[in-house]
């Protein structure tokens, strides 16, 4: 029976790090024929409205969020400023420095984040990763982010990331995102 008990641990353990599982093995190719198509310089231009929620690594909310954003471009480079408001009254600002690559990759920069935001944009999908520092109140944890947008048909973006520290999952962002007059 412990034996049975290890080897179910050590399986579950391999499910949760491998990458060919689940959230991280989405790959940019798999949406490149999708349809409508994302456009930086469309979808994230203008003001945006974003509404989400972060689940803990055992699936429970933890906290909600509005996120008033404006985007604007100037050629292939870009910015993206968010405002965000916590449930708990809590507020945060982040400006994110975009430049758009060729063949749909970019970078992107914001203070929180250490180094360089790689991402690409595929069929109606946005992906990126990137290493973030939460704030000192936030417990100042640096994490791996993985970042996922899907365009809807209504010009509605679908935000899910993933959190992981050493590798493990430790939280899960879910959020809408609109033009605002949508």
Same mark, same amino acid.
């Given at each position: 029976?412990?034996?049975?008990?290890?080897?179910?641990?050590?399986?579950?353990?391999?499910?949760?790090?491998?990458?060919?599982?689940?959230?991280?093995?989405?790959?940019?190719?798999?949406?490149?024929?999708?349809?409508?198509?994302?456009?930086?310089?469309?979808?994230?231009?203008?003001?945006?409205?974003?509404?989400?929620?972060?689940?803990?690594?055992?699936?429970?909310?933890?906290?909600?969020?509005?996120?008033?954003?404006?985007?604007?471009?100037?050629?292939?480079? &870009? /910015? %993206?400023?968010?405002?965000?408001?916590?449930?708990?009254? +809590?507020?945060?600002?982040?400006?994110?420095?975009? #430049?758009?690559?060729?063949?749909?990759?970019?970078?992107?920069?914001?203070?929180?984040?250490?180094?360089?935001?790689?991402?690409?944009?595929?069929?109606?999908?946005?992906?990126?990763?990137?290493?973030?520092?939460?704030?000192?109140?936030?417990?100042?944890?640096?994490?791996?982010?993985?970042?996922?947008?899907?365009?809807?048909?209504? &010009? /509605? %973006?679908?935000?899910?990331?993933?959190?992981?520290?050493? +590798?493990?999952?430790?939280?899960?962002?879910?959020? #809408?995102?609109?033009?605002?007059?949508?």
């Amino acid at each position: 029976m412990k034996l049975f008990l290890i080897i179910l641990l050590v399986l579950l353990a391999l499910s949760i790090l491998r990458p060919g599982f689940g959230f991280k093995s989405q790959r940019p190719s798999h949406y490149g024929g999708t349809a409508p198509e994302f456009d930086m310089k469309t979808h994230l231009n203008g003001p945006i409205i974003s509404e989400g929620m972060i689940h803990d690594l055992r699936g429970r909310m933890v906290s909600r969020f509005v996120a008033e954003m404006q985007g604007t471009w100037d050629g292939n480079t &870009g /910015t %993206l400023a968010e405002n965000f408001t916590y449930a708990n009254g +809590g507020t945060q600002q982040r400006l994110w420095n975009l #430049t758009l690559k060729e063949d749909g990759h970019f970078t992107a920069t914001a203070d929180d984040i250490i180094g360089l935001a790689k991402g690409q944009v595929s069929g109606a999908t946005l992906s990126m990763t990137y290493r973030i520092r939460l704030p000192e109140n936030a417990g100042g944890h640096v994490l791996d982010v993985t970042d996922w947008l899907y365009l809807m048909e209504n &010009g /509605t %973006l679908l935000n899910r990331s993933e959190l992981r520290k050493f +590798g493990i999952k430790v939280a899960e962002l879910t959020a #809408t995102m609109r033009p605002v007059g949508n």
